[in-house]
């Protein structure tokens, strides 16, 4: 079954089996992570902007990135513990974004965060697009 995992059975390394569900190890870090501090932050009635919304925004979304196109480049590498620790920061960066940009649109923080994956992920998709995938 494929429920919240992008994956396709040769990276099935990279999802946890959940009840015969293939759940993608770094999104069960961010979804629930990126609810929870969305959530919150309304709850707590978080200010808008903090001084260090851009530099801990993109710090929290690097580690994921960077275990992405590790990951991209040596698909054997990394382990779902560290996926979904990358997930959980991610999601904390993630749902400060979110939470600023819906009373905020488009906030530094988040267009921070925009340029980097784009920055990052354009170049290692080009790079590894034509790799065959095992059959």
Excluded: K
């Amino acid at each position: 079954m494929f429920w919240l995992s992008h994956h396709h059975a040769d990276e099935y390394n990279r999802t946890y089996a959940l009840g015969g569900v293939r759940v993608c190890a770094r999104c069960l870090g961010t979804y629930p992570v990126l609810a929870a501090v969305f959530v919150g932050l309304f709850v707590l009635r978080a200010p808008l902007a903090w001084a260090w919304d851009v530099p801990v925004g993109v710090a929290l979304t690097l580690p994921a990135l960077v275990d992405w196109a590790v990951g991209r480049f040596r698909p054997a590498s990394g382990n779902n513990a560290v996926r979904t620790l990358t997930g959980v920061l991610l999601g904390l960066g993630l749902g400060r974004s979110l939470y600023i940009h819906v009373q905020r649109p488009l906030p530094a923080v988040l267009l921070a965060q925009a340029l980097l994956v784009t920055g990052v992920a354009v170049p290692v998709i080009l790079a590894t697009y034509r790799r065959p995938r095992p059959e």
